[in-house]
């Protein structure tokens, strides 16, 4: 689907959007204006995935609810008690019922990684994660579109309230080298056709993180809406547009159910 798109920093403040204005970076590899490395500070994003062992559904009620509220405990610790600097924003969602490989995840953003790395470990404390595995793991970092250098609201950029919506829809993506050999202007024209498309999907917003060098994939995109048949309509919409020629790859796909840590893990048993 969508390669990259634009972003701000995600916050828990609304803003107003801005009108996008539309650009060519005719030198993204650097060799000719040679640009000096963005050291400025950005958002870290981690996807992480929790699978039961069906065994924890053998110990006791007293077992499992003392389990839970510990973990539930350390969860939004990482959250509740960090710095406000720090920007941490934590949002949870079930996958009970749609995925069979994984049974929650956690949506973490921070200014810094190695925060991530924290909040695993206290997790890893509580006796609730002996009976968890990590399918999986995805960590993305935002940056400026090189497409788009301005956001105007749902279907162009990231909505500035992350996770609003009652679902999100997430997958890793990559795509094929010979997209990297086209040149400027022919990946713009594609860019420019795949945003038009999407404009009419005004109840899916969209959020693009970049991977490079940090996990497997290339980009990590959330979709946040009230509206799976939207979502479902617009992933259909854009297989016909010619940028979609060069994915290399877009699965695993996750439909993840906005709940609350205690309801989420009330789903486990």
């Not at 968890?132 to 609201?153: C, D, H, W």
């Not at 917003?205 to 009230?226: A, K, P």
């Amino acid at each position: 689907m969508s390669e990259e798109h634009p972003h701000q920093p995600a916050s828990d403040t609304p803003q107003r959007p801005a009108r996008p204005k539309m650009m060519v970076d005719l030198d993204p590899s650097g060799q000719v204006t040679q640009k000096e490395p963005d050291r400025a500070k950005r958002q870290f994003l981690n996807y992480a995935f929790f699978k039961l062992d069906p065994a924890f559904r053998r110990l006791s009620s007293a077992e499992q609810q003392e389990m839970k509220r510990e973990f539930a405990e350390a969860v939004r610790a990482w959250h509740e008690d960090a710095p406000r600097e720090a920007g941490h924003i934590l949002r949870s969602y079930s996958t009970v019922g749609v995925r069979a490989d994984a049974d929650f995840m956690l949506w973490r953003i921070a200014f810094d990684v190695r925060d991530f790395t924290e909040a695993q470990a206290a997790l890893n404390r509580t006796r609730l994660m002996g009976y968890l595995t990590q399918p999986y793991n995805f960590i993305a970092m935002q940056k400026r579109s090189q497409y788009v250098n301005r956001v105007e609201g749902s279907g162009h950029g990231l909505e500035l309230l992350p996770g609003s919506g009652q679902y999100l829809f997430i997958y890793p993506f990559v795509k094929t080298r010979a997209w990297y050999d086209l040149t400027p202007h022919a990946r713009q024209g594609m860019m420019d056709e795949h945003i038009y498309a999407s404009g009419p999907f005004k109840g899916v917003r969209i959020n693009t993180s970049y991977s490079y060098g940090i996990d497997d994939q290339e980009f990590v995109v959330s979709f946040d809406s009230d509206y799976p048949q939207e979502f479902v309509d617009l992933v259909h919409r854009l297989r016909y547009t010619e940028a979609s020629n060069y994915t290399l790859s877009d699965t695993p796909m996750f439909t993840c159910v906005k709940k609350s840590v205690d309801d989420l893990l009330n789903d486990l048993a």
